[in-house]
């Protein structure tokens, strides 16, 4: 499985980028993928996260600064998940990781993920 994240840039504050996760290997729709981030000095920490339920439907969950702002979201024909960010802001600023997962362990912790993809930086100026 390789999961390949793209999309990252130099924005301003307020402005807007869409990051992608590219999954080859297995079905994205059929495991939960997660957008993780961290920042110079900092931890990696949760973003927002896509699980499957039951069969056709999902569910979306996310971290609470990025809330109302960010859109989590995928295209089951292109095996691909992602991560819709507005009204970013300079706090955004971090290398932004996608990462899957199986039905063990929690959407928000990181060492509940078993493949992950290379990061993505995102700069927001303000």
């Known amino acids: 499985v390789q999961l390949q994240a793209s999309g990252g840039g130099l924005v301003q504050e307020g402005g807007s980028l869409r990051l992608s996760c590219s999954a080859s290997?297995?079905?994205?729709?059929?495991?939960?993928t997660g957008w993780f981030r961290q920042a110079p000095g900092k931890e990696r920490v949760f973003v927002a996260a896509?699980?499957?339920?039951?069969?056709?439907?999902?569910?979306?969950y996310y971290e609470d600064s990025v809330k109302g702002r960010f859109t989590i979201s995928r295209d089951n024909a292109k095996n691909t998940v992602y991560l819709q960010m507005d009204s970013l802001k300079p706090e955004d600023t971090a290398d932004y990781y996608c990462a899957q997962k199986g039905d063990s362990g929690t959407y928000y912790d990181g060492n509940s993920y078993d493949y992950w993809g290379q990061g993505t930086q995102v700069t927001v100026s303000s």
């Open positions: 290997g297995r079905t994205s729709s059929r495991y939960t």
């Open positions: 896509i699980t499957r339920i039951g069969w056709s439907g999902y569910s979306t």
